[in-house]
Nanobody, 124 residues
């Protein structure tokens, strides 16, 4: 059974950094597309980063490119999101997601498994 548990959210000032962690329990017989999504009030859940380790594939949303770095520890499947130069627009609930697919979609509908989310608040 797949389980995803996020941690590391908090409140920071604009320009500061924060690292989110997703402890992922995955089926070792399968490969997964892993992703970080962001949910802000009044907006659709947005994929800010997607990773597919078998192809060394990482993709970022334009809004975070150059500031956020996603990585995965393949020894225990822990997923990280290093967020630098945070802006107020980065505030929201961040979710870790997984899907046993080929990482070919950014829609939340492409992902079967979700964590509970962790809140990030960036103040100016």
């Amino acid at each position: 059974q797949v389980q995803l548990v996020e941690s590391g959210g908090g409140s920071v000032q604009a320009g500061e950094s924060l690292t989110l962690v997703c402890a992922a329990s995955l089926n070792p017989a399968r490969t997964y597309c892993m992703a970080w999504f962001r949910q802000t009030p009044g907006k659709e859940r947005e994929a800010v980063a997607r990773l597919y380790s078998p192809r060394r594939y990482t993709h970022y949303a334009d809004s975070v490119k150059g500031r956020f770095t996603a990585s995965q520890d393949n020894t225990d499947n822990t997923l990280y999101l290093h967020m630098n130069r945070l802006q107020s627009e980065d505030s929201g609930i961040y979710y870790c997601a997984a899907d046993p697919g080929l990482c070919d979609g950014t829609s939340p509908d492409h992902f079967n498994y979700w964590g509970q989310g962790t809140q990030v608040t960036v103040s100016t």
